[in-house]
């Protein structure tokens, strides 16, 4: 694919598509890509924190999902997601962590 800072769009369902076909380590690269082409692309982060936590990458996938939630704090599916990551991952840094 021809590299256009703008279009994030094919990277994001690209780690869809990989996520559904549970390979995390192409999910992931996906969602990084869709994220280096638009950095307040909150699905991808969302997405990307999933798979990370998926992967025991615990830290980055909280990191991740506190990002999102610091550009779009009104959505309400992201702190569900925080909340059900937050429980799947089991690590105590997450439940010391509010978003605003």
């Known amino acids: 694919?021809?590299?256009?800072?703008?279009?994030?769009?094919?990277?994001?369902?690209?780690g869809n598509v990989y996520f559904k076909l549970q390979d995390l380590t192409k999910a992931e690269e996906y969602y990084r890509?869709?994220?280096?082409?638009?950095?307040?692309?909150?699905?991808?982060m969302n997405n990307l924190a999933y798979v990370l936590c998926e992967r025991g990458?615990?830290?980055?996938?909280?990191?991740?999902?506190?990002?999102?939630?610091?550009i779009?704090?009104?959505e309400e599916y992201?702190?569900?997601q925080k909340r059900i990551l937050t429980k799947k991952c089991g690590s105590s840094a997450w439940i010391s962590l509010q978003h605003s």
């Open 1 to 14: 694919m021809r590299k256009q800072r703008d279009w994030p769009v094919p990277y994001f369902n690209l």
């Open 33 to 44: 890509e869709a994220i280096e082409r638009d950095p307040v692309h909150s699905d991808a």
């Open 57 to 70: 990458m615990d830290e980055e996938a909280r990191q991740w999902i506190n990002k999102a939630l610091s």
């Open 72 to 74: 779009q704090p009104k």
């Open 78 to 80: 992201l702190a569900t």
